[in-house]
């Protein structure tokens, strides 16, 4: 009995282990970027940001309907090292403001979603 419960409690471990890095490797974004993503909970393929980005427009994406990453992102990263980065509805840093802190992982934008045209740091 205490083999089979023991054989039980590693099996529980180790797919415990498997769905956390499975998770996490899903929702990766590089250290210093705001990431986003084409499809929600984080469905490739991903889109990385270092600096700030006037026009999404000006960054082609395929697997959008349009080409480009504009009007495209549905789940979205920080993993900025300093400050919060800020989505925006409008090319040139307006129209309304989504912020996203540093270290936060969206897997659903709600009404956001697909509605992003640039995005810009702090």
Known sequence: MRTALTVFVAAVACATVLAFASATSAASCPSG??????????????????????????????????????????????????????????????????SVTRGTFEGALGSFNDKFESMNWC
């Open 33 to 98: 970027s705001a990431c986003g993503w084409v499809s929600p909970n984080f469905g490739q393929p991903r889109g990385q940001w270092a600096t700030s980005v006037g026009y999404f427009g000006a960054y082609p994406q395929p697997a959008c309907g349009n080409g480009t990453w504009s009007l495209c992102i549905s789940s979205d990263a920080n993993s900025g090292t300093q400050c919060t980065v800020h989505f925006w509805t409008d090319a040139g840093y307006v129209g309304v403001m989504h």
